[in-house]
């Protein structure tokens, strides 16, 4: 994600690309450990409502990175298999997940990972299931699940709100160093949010049931390192040239603590597609 600190998205990004981008992840795991936020706690309990994640539900996590929403739902008393491609995600997952006896991290690529005989509960995918190959990733779900087991997306997405001013004002910054921005970029309302085309790729399958949407904001203050620390996460800052990269960041940097105090606010929207296999 570039432009506006994560306002334009990768979601369908050409399959070299796509897999380029995705491999930025692991480049600095420890990093992206400390510096990505985890997720609401109302979103676990969305989870609990509308895909019946309880404990001792049987949940398969595609793209667990470093176990953000593994370490939640372990300590729900889920019984997870988590899969991961990025070897040095994995290692962090599993050494974060270390007290959880019944969570288990695999490394390996979802799209090629062999499914065990035992159908899953839940097919859980926080903010990862667009680095899956569309061709594969709907249709393998159902596959991994139960008859009535349910599909469970979380995509997030930087949306107006919080320190509105800085977030128009750094794009200068991103129309500088980074010439793929579009000029004017500004974050969508939450309202202005669309998605449908998850909901018309799920429903295309034919393999599941009407999909169920919620939503939960959530603002995140950042001092000016912090925030640095956030953009070097994500793949489309890591995939800048090294100068440009730099540069973007020292501009940033300078603007946070220049003409706001050293710290930001970012509004962050979560997204749960719940649809249950027919």
């Excluded at 599941?208 to 950042?222: A, H, K, M």
Aim: net charge negative; glycine share 10%; hydrophobic share 40%.
């Amino acid at each position: 994600m570039t432009g506006a600190a994560g306002v334009r998205r990768d979601d369908s990004p050409d399959e070299p690309r796509r897999e380029r981008l995705a491999r930025t992840f692991d480049e600095d795991a420890e990093l992206y450990d400390r510096a990505r936020p985890g997720y609401p706690p109302e979103l676990y309990d969305g989870l609990a409502g509308l895909a019946g994640v309880r404990p001792g539900s049987h949940v398969l996590e595609v793209g667990c990175g470093t176990g953000q929403a593994t370490v939640v739902l372990a300590a729900r008393g889920c019984r997870i298999t988590a899969v991961e491609a990025g070897p040095h995600m994995a290692a962090i997952a599993r050494r974060n997940l270390a007290a959880a006896t019944e969570a288990e991290v695999v490394t390996a690529r979802f799209e090629s990972w062999p499914l065990p005989s035992e159908p899953y509960d839940v097919v859980v995918s926080a903010t990862a299931f667009h680095w899956i190959d569309p061709a594969v990733r709907v249709t393998k779900a159902a596959e991994a699940l139960r008859p009535g087991g349910a599909l469970a997306v979380v995509r997030g997405q930087h949306v107006r709100g919080g320190t509105e001013e800085f977030f128009a004002d750094v794009q200068r910054c991103y129309e500088r160093f980074d010439p793929e921005t579009p000029p004017g970029l500004r974050p969508p309302a939450t309202a202005d949010v669309d998605a449908s085309d998850h909901v018309r790729e799920v429903a295309l399958s034919g393999r599941f049931g009407p999909t169920v949407l919620r939503r939960y904001e959530q603002d995140l203050t950042f001092t000016t390192s912090g925030y640095l620390e956030l953009l070097r996460t994500f793949s489309g800052h890591r995939a800048l040239p090294e100068a440009a990269r730099n540069g973007l960041l020292g501009c940033v940097a300078e603007l946070i603590d220049g003409r706001y105090g050293g710290s930001v606010t970012k509004r962050y929207l979560f997204e749960l597609a719940v649809s249950h296999r027919r």
